[in-house]
């Protein structure tokens, strides 16, 4: 591991049950996450919107994956919308490594489409 | 519903979040992972679950947060930006205090988004060690008739 590393994730597909699950354990009324018809009033389209920890723990499994530690911090700016049916990757690049941690650059993007996440990350390394 | 001018906004920076408590309970944080397409056992010690558990015991309902500041969910608030620290490991079968209070709000004019208000909330979750996590976000409120 060295500063410049690049991160890669897999590739996952954005499916609206999961979201109608994660509505539910959340606890979260906003229909834009379950209702089509919720969606298309808004102008947005007609697939649902993934919620944001869900796109937040795409990164989080990539960091956790490439280095086998937690993550102890996680800044990241919304800039953008994830609809069911999306395929998304999260990808990063090692900045920094020192004192048993490794600081990152990471992202999310979906496949053929925007970035919908940035900002950094820092997680524990071996 | 009144949406607070510049003085008001100020006035509301450093209003306490109700709070409450949060338990990782196994079979929930189960369904996160299974839904977040991570490792059913991969536990609940990460930034997501933190903010998971903060904002889902700070005490009042988004609906609730967006009243504080004059909007509705018609008003299409979206978030910012999050900063999430885990000081400590967060553990399966733990119940966290969730404390948290508005620490930012202010008017801002975008070239491209017109006039919007940046609202910041910081939630901490505590045991009995301390503050284990701390979360730190922001929520945009589009003001299209400002």
């Known amino acids: 591991m060295k500063p410049g590393d690049a991160l890669a994730g897999e590739e996952v597909l954005v499916g609206a049950e999961r979201m109608k699950t994660m509505s539910a354990l959340m606890r979260d009324a906003n229909p834009i996450h379950f209702d ?58 090692v900045t920094a490594i020192g004192g048993g941690v490794a600081e990152c650059e990471v992202w999310l993007d979906v496949v053929g489409g925007d970035r919908v996440l940035a900002g950094t990350a820092v997680v524990e390394v071996p | 519903m009144r949406v607070p001018d510049e003085a008001g906004l100020a006035a509301l920076v450093g209003t306490p979040l109700p709070g409450g408590e949060f338990t990782f309970e196994p079979w929930w944080v189960h369904l996160v992972n299974d839904c977040a397409l991570a490792p059913v056992d991969g536990g609940a010690d990460s930034p997501v679950f933190a903010f998971l558990a903060a904002t889902a015991a700070m005490g009042l309902s988004w609906e609730e947060m967006w009243a504080m500041f004059g909007a509705t969910e018609a008003d299409g608030p979206m978030a910012g930006e999050s900063v999430t620290e885990v000081h400590r490991p967060l553990r399966v079968g733990a119940t966290y205090a969730v404390r948290g209070e508005i620490v930012s709000a202010v008017r801002k004019r975008g070239a491209r988004t017109g006039v919007f208000d940046l609202v910041g909330y910081r939630l901490d979750l505590h045991d009995a060690d301390g503050c284990a996590a701390t979360c730190v976000s922001s929520i945009v409120f589009p003001r299209r008739s400002r």
């Open chain 1, 36 to 93: 089509p018809d919720a969606v298309r009033a808004l102008g947005l389209g007609d697939r649902p919107v993934n919620q944001g920890p869900l796109n937040q723990a795409y990164v989080v499994t990539m960091l956790a994956r490439w280095s086998g530690g937690r993550v102890r911090a996680l800044r990241l700016r919304y800039l953008g919308t994830v609809f069911a049916g999306d395929r998304v990757r999260a990808g990063g690049r």
